[in-house]
């Protein structure tokens, strides 16, 4: 059976450790708290910016349009005009060759209508010409604005596919947090709560997180003039969230280092 002695040691040593865990309690706390609100603030920034970039493509869309048609149109009155001026000049030749060959004898008169007879058909094959032109460019024009909007349309919806899973990431984390609360209320005597646990996203397994550390800082090395953030996203194919826990991570070990809008390899 203890001694007075040992049981008085044995509480204040629990009272001692108690002041440190709570410590070590509300750091991780506020640990969690800070991620949190620096999730939130990457998601706020990822999407003002998809918005910014889809309202300036469509933007970009329609002025490119607008400018094709005007360019066709100005290209099909242009065709009307030199047209119209070649009828013009064939019925001032034709009216001179006529008088011509009022002084001219039976062969010439042969001779002028044989020539007026293929300006006619040339400019009948110069008009089917032109039309079927403008109907091509026309549909031209049309394919190539269907074949934007796809594009826009499909980044859009990679846009969309990026935030889902940013905030099942969120989503994750809250519950970690609510799980982890439950956990401590138990251990102060109150009442567990039962936290449900998050709903599992079929997704491909990610790199570990060390492997991962030292990809990005090797990427980095072997781009001294510095990397973008965007640039990162593309070359590992991860949301910028966890991006930017890896060199969050690496700039607090001091290997790599932030100047402007570029991560560097210290």
């Known amino acids: 059976m ?17 002041a440190d865990r709570m410590a070590t309690i509300g750091e991780l706390r506020e640990t969690v708290k800070l991620d949190l609100i620096e999730s939130q603030k990457h998601l706020q920034e990822l999407r003002n910016s998809r918005m910014a970039m ?20 100005d290209m099909l009155y242009g065709f009307g005009q ?13 009216k001179e060759m006529r008088a011509d060959l009022a002084k001219d004898s039976a062969n010439r008169k042969q001779e002028v209508g044989n020539m ?24 031209d024009l049309a394919k190539d604005s269907a074949n934007r909007q796809h594009e826009v349309g499909n980044m859009l919806r990679s846009f969309s596919a ?12 809250r519950d970690e947090w609510h799980k982890m609360t439950a956990t401590l209320q138990s251990k102060r005597g109150g009442a567990a709560i039962a936290v449900k646990p998050p709903a599992k996203k079929a997704v491909g397994k990610a790199p570990e997180a060390a492997t ?41 070990e001091g290997e790599v280092k932030k100047r402007d809008l570029h991560y560097f390899a210290i």
């Open 82 to 94: 030199a047209l119209a001026v070649m009828g013009k000049e064939t019925r001032i030749m034709g």
């Open 162 to 173: 990026e935030l889902m899973e940013i905030r099942s990431e969120l989503a994750g984390g």
């Open 212 to 252: 991962l550390r030292n990809q990005v800082f090797q990427y980095l090395a072997n781009h001294p003039d510095g990397t973008k953030l965007v640039e990162l996203e593309k070359e590992f194919g991860l949301a910028r969230v966890k991006i930017t826990r890896v060199l969050k991570d690496l700039m607090d």
């Open 2 to 18: 203890p001694t007075r002695e040992e049981m008085k040691g044995l509480a204040e040593e629990i009272v001692g450790t108690y």
């Open 116 to 139: 007026l007879y293929g300006f006619g058909q040339a400019l009948a094959v110069m008009g089917k010409e032109t039309r079927i032109m403008g109907k091509e460019m026309r549909a």
């Open 54 to 73: 889809g309202k300036e493509m469509r933007s970009d869309l329609a002025k490119d349009a607008a400018n094709r048609q005007r360019a066709v149109g």
